[in-house]
């Protein structure tokens, strides 16, 4: 089956190459020449683990190309997916369909008739038939097979989730679709990963569902840890005795400087958006995403307590400024709120991170590069630790401490521990959710 898709960023991509695999023949195409220039020469313009060995051979395969011309790509595809970008609309936090639907009638001019369109961007409830609106109103048809097909996949662990999904949700409502949208999901469905078939509505709804109630859970634990730093527990082991209930599991009870990445923040603000205009406001996410922006101001709270309110002049070394380890996606990462108020007090920062370099020095303009944590640390005042990596896992504590002017800590992963940090000869440890010390 000939597929397009629209869109080459984090889903798009990965959609491509693992359609591919799957055995499709994938043409997808951007409007970014340079990312398809790269991609045609095999290289992978983001971060993300496997990828590039799968472009490779896929493309060696003759089932995989990429191009910037629509209108050359659309002919004979039986499905044209829409991957593109839906950012969040900062004059009232709804989601920004611009590309969506420009996309949409782009296709549209180009497309043959019967091919179905596939909506894998993340968009509120609505929007499939506002696509089959824009599709019909261009070609003057009065029919447009249109689906809906929300991507779950994680970056960092985009291939595997792609190819062995928790589920696939197809919202439709023609048969032609559901049909047609069955045979392209049918290498995964065979081997038992569940599809899920539903109308256009509710497909819509359970990716918006699934993001907000993730990012409820990580905030709980959050304030979880707000309130264990205040009466001396350890939200470790209270995550560790929640999580072990069934009913409630383990996973995204890490407690952390709040959450970022490129889908919860703007998804939960443009489900509180939809909800608002719906007229059923959603009161618990208002307060989820209150919550995380709170969070990250506590952790300049916290940063500013251990330099004793005076950041003037301090170096500061930061361990990992993307928004989660194996990725160099810096898109609403937790850096970009709390590092900034820092600079603007008078420190000095000096950077490490594996991948979050080329980003990195747009976002931080002014601060020091190092190639790992002991020069980032050296002659420094204080270490943060704010992304996971595993270069940052396995640190020597006593070499870190000793070259450093004023040996402090502020670990935000929870990665070590104050009585580790103290007999490494740190003089003061701030962790999250834990007891922390300052001689
Ligand atoms: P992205 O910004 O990385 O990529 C979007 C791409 O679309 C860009 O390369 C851009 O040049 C291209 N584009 C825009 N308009 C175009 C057009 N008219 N024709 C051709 N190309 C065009 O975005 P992303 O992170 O891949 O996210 C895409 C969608 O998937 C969003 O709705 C997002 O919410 C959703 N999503 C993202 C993730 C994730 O982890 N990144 C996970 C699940 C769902």
Redesign the pocket.
Known sequence: MKIVM???????LVSGICFAEMGHEVVC????AS?INALNSGQVPIYEPGLEDLLARNMTAGRLYFTTD?GAAAPGAEAAFI????PERKEDGAADLS?VY??AR?LSRVMDEGTVVVT????PVGTNRQVARIVMGVRGADRVDVASN??????SVAISDFMKPDRVVVGTETARARDLMAEIYQPLSRQGFPVITTDLESAEIIKYAANAFLATKITFINEIARLCEKVGADVERVSEGMGLDTRIGKKFLKAGPGYG???FP??TSALARTAQDAGAPMALVESVIEANIRRKADMVEKITALLDGDLSGKRIAVLGVTFKPETD?MREAPSLAILPPLTAAGAELVIVDPQGRREGLRAFPGADWADDAYEAAADGDLVILLTEWDDFRNLDLERLAQVMKEPHFADFRNVYDATAARSAGFTAYASVGHPDFKI
């Open positions: 629209i869109g080459t960023g984090y889903v798009g195409v951007d409007k970014d990312k629509l991957a593109v970008g839906t590309f420009a996309a782009e894998k961007s993340t968009v929300p991507e779950f996949l994680r970056e990445g490129s889908c703007k998804d996606d």
